[in-house]
């Protein structure tokens, strides 16, 4: 069973050597759109032989040198077709993250025309990165060179899916690797398209090869399949340390994960735009439900400006339109799945269990239409043990901590087991830098509003504690994919 419209027309099925096949896999899973509830269409669950037959289409397609071995020129001019196709088919895939997985059709945030950007970033990457050549004596000539890893295992989740694809595909292709993606099982779609849409832009088959499925089959196998190269997550923490887990097991690749968080938003009272850091506040907190990584869900305000934060929170808040992900005005859609919504309520229900104040919302919305609603949600005076204070909930719930000076907040932003990103508003110099220099992650400084792209896709992070291991964007996350050759020559 499928749903009408573009949706219906993509197969979601493993895609291996630029052909789509059936699964090996007799099991089945039901993809739900969270908007209304329905069914959209019956998937094969996936299995380890799904598995092994991409891994060895990509296996052959790097070792005959089909795509590592092409010129840098042509390289590039494959991936910026490729970077077309997506800008042209970007209202496509859009549409199919948004049936599957709740993203609103108005969020540009991280959607598809943001992926084509990425693309194009890489594309322009690929004669970018350097070797080294050392100091030598005068009988060597010893030099260092960036090589692909080999057979890349990419598994993205579900709250971006195109873009999440293409932040591990594009400097995985410029690197010269060859790729297995593992999309999940609830947005699978925009995969598929981004595979064929590389094809049509020149990439050779078995370059890039998707398999569908759920996590404990098609994941775990990727994880333990000795002919992986390296493995690129993004996801949860728990997961996370599978990945690791997996890598021990098998062949030790290589593995790069980038997981959880419980960021901080951090507001001074030392003349910063209050309006400017509420709007920022409850932007990030409504943009996808709250169902991004990087989401500031944790306010730590300063006791004197506490009540007034709130209040102009919510009066953000108060401004949503609710409802399906496709209607073009919507502004905050459902969370992406039925657990994910249970997952989100269960939180909700322990702030109360253990002593925060509920502020705002905290109920779930348009039961009627079988979609899955919830409010966007405020605690205050919250413990700071809370199970809302230290574990990320992937959802639009924001907890309100007070702190008394500088010391105290940097003490809190420090208190969980995550590390990456957090947010400080200051209009301070000094305190901006004494804040960036004491936080256990990366740090954004607003002293005013953002205005602009910055850095762009230039810009590379890597998370700290349990947010994760490696180097993610930019030109030091390409360098991630590649591995150091070096090459010492004695000569007479």
């Not at 995550?418 to 960036?436: C, E, H, I, K, Q």
Request: hydrophobic fraction near 40%.
């Amino acid at each position: 069973m499928t749903h009408g419209g573009k949706y219906a027309e993509v197969k979601i099925a493993p895609l291996i050597d630029g052909i789509s096949s059936d699964s090996e896999s007799e099991k089945v899973l039901d993809v739900i759109n969270p908007s209304t509830g329905q069914l959209l269409q019956t998937i094969s669950a996936g299995s380890d032989g799904d598995v092994d037959r991409a891994i060895s289409s990509a296996r052959r397609a790097f070792d005959d040198e089909r795509w590592m071995s092409v010129i840098p020129s042509l390289r590039k001019k494959v991936l910026h077709r490729f970077a077309e196709k997506v800008a042209q088919h970007a209202q496509t895939l859009d549409e199919l993250d948004a049936v599957e997985m709740g993203k609103p059709i108005s969020l540009c945030f991280a959607g598809a025309s943001s992926a084509a950007e990425v693309v194009r970033f890489y594309a322009e990457a690929v004669d970018k990165v350097m070797g080294d050549v050392y100091c030598s004596d005068k009988s060597s000539f010893v030099a260092q060179q960036r090589v692909p890893r080999g057979v890349v295992g990419a598994i993205v989740p579900w709250n971006f899916p195109t873009f999440n694809a293409v932040l591990k595909v594009s400097p995985a292709l410029a690197a010269g690797n060859c790729i297995v993606l593992k999309p999940s099982e609830l947005s699978s779609a925009s995969a598929i398209v981004l595979a064929r849409l590389a094809m049509d832009a020149g990439l050779p088959p078995g370059v890039f090869n998707v398999v569908p499925g759920r996590g404990e089959t098609v994941g775990r196998a990727l994880g333990l399949h000795d002919d992986v190269d390296m493995l690129a997550f993004t996801g949860s923490t728990v997961v996370g340390k599978k990945m690791l887990q997996y890598s021990a097991q098998s062949n030790m690749k290589v593995v790069a994960v980038e997981c959880g968080g419980k960021s901080p938003q951090i507001v001074f009272p030392d003349g910063v735009d209050l309006d400017a850091a509420s709007a920022g506040i409850a932007n990030l907190l409504l943009t996808n439900q709250g169902q991004i990584c990087s989401v500031g869900s944790r306010l730590l305000v300063h006791r004197s400006i506490q009540s007034e934060m709130i209040d102009r929170i919510c009066t953000h808040l108060r401004t949503i339109v609710v409802g399906d992900a496709l209607n073009p005005s919507t502004t905050f859609g459902p969370l992406a799945s039925s657990p994910q919504l249970a997952r989100v309520m269960d939180y909700i229900e322990s702030g109360d269990a253990d002593g925060a104040q509920l502020a705002f919302g905290g109920k779930r919305v348009l039961s009627e239409s079988g979609g899955y609603f919830v409010e966007p949600t405020i605690f205050t005076d919250v413990p700071l043990n809370a199970r809302i204070a230290q574990e990320e909930i992937f959802g639009p719930v924001l907890s309100v901590i007070p702190f008394g000076d500088e010391a105290d907040a940097i003490k809190i932003a420090n208190s969980t087991v995550f590390g990456l990103v957090a947010y400080v508003w200051t209009a301070d110099l000094s305190r901006g830098m004494r804040m960036a220099k004491n936080l256990r992650s990366s740090v954004v400084i607003n002293s005013c509003a953002p205005i602009g792209e910055g850095a762009g896709y230039a810009f590379s992070a890597e998370p700290n504690r349990q947010s994760g291991i490696g180097t993610e964007s930019g030109l030091a996350g390409m360098e991630s994919y590649m591995r150091r050759h070096l090459i010492w020559f004695n000569h007479a």
